[in-house]
């Protein structure tokens, strides 16, 4: 399978802390995302990282990626309660056009007030 | 702005009978895709349409799953005759495709359950 896997998969922290996500995949990527689910909705997406950079913030995300290693990380700095969710990494892999996302199981963040 | 919009939210029905899962992707998006989301299989790309036309249906997993996009507005996801197996979440989405480097917008999600 294609499909990339995050790392742990469950995580239970306090709120103020810092959680970090990982995630693996197996063949050449053209990008990879993260996006947030919340209980009973659909995906939103957070951040895209290409394949030529190595890292990427957006308020208080920061996504690294490491092509080497095939595997990027999410961490979200100052956690708030309204985090808890569940965060997937998915890609999208070199050679495709307007191709679906493969996606990761999946990080299931508790973040405890 | 509205964003993709699926319906109905929630489906409960017998085996057997026929499902119709409805999206509206965002007005001057031109690539909608339906994925499935279960619990032992996380979420699975079913079929895309670019510009109104299927590209890959590869992920469809049976005969019985048809889909159809009549117009860059709409599309449906049938399931004839439905089966237990066939219960999860569906979820819609669509982005403005040409690029992969375009993130996906998702709809909120048909929740099918099949007694």
């Known amino acids: 399978s294609q499909q990339g896997e995050e790392d742990p998969q469950a995580l239970s922290i306090q709120e103020g802390e810092n959680a970090t996500m990982n995630c693996s995949y197996k063949?050449?990527?053209?990008?990879l995302q993260w996006y947030r689910q919340n209980s009973g909705r659909g995906l939103v997406h957070l951040i895209l990282?290409?394949?030529?950079?190595r890292e990427k913030h957006s308020g208080r995300l920061r996504v690294t990626l490491d092509t080497s290693k095939k595997s990027s990380s999410l961490l979200i700095t100052a956690s708030r309660a309204a985090d808890t969710a569940s965060y997937f990494c998915?890609?999208?892999?070199?050679?495709?056009?307007?191709?679906?996302?493969?996606f990761g199981k999946g990080t299931h963040l508790i973040i405890q007030p | 702005d509205a964003g993709v919009i699926q319906s109905p939210r929630h489906e409960v029905t017998e085996m057997g009978q026929e499902v119709t899962l409805r999206c509206k992707p965002i007005s001057g998006h031109n690539s909608l895709f339906w994925y499935r989301q279960t619990m032992m299989r996380g979420l699975e790309l079913l079929i895309y349409?670019?510009?109104?036309?299927?590209?890959?249906d590869s992920g469809m997993p049976e005969d019985r799953f048809s889909a159809k996009m009549p117009n860059a507005s709409f599309s449906t996801l049938k399931i004839q005759p439905s089966e237990p197996r066939d219960s999860a979440v569906y979820f819609c989405?669509?982005?403005?495709?040409?690029?992969?480097?375009?993130?996906?917008?998702f709809g909120d999600g048909t929740r099918l359950s099949i007694l």
């Open positions: 990282i290409r394949s030529n950079e």
């Open positions: 989405a669509s982005t403005l495709g040409g690029s992969p480097n375009q993130p996906q917008h």
């Open positions: 349409f670019n510009n109104n036309v299927p590209i890959d």
């Open positions: 998915a890609t999208v892999y070199s050679g495709g056009g307007a191709d679906g996302l493969t």
């Open positions: 063949t050449s990527i053209n990008n």
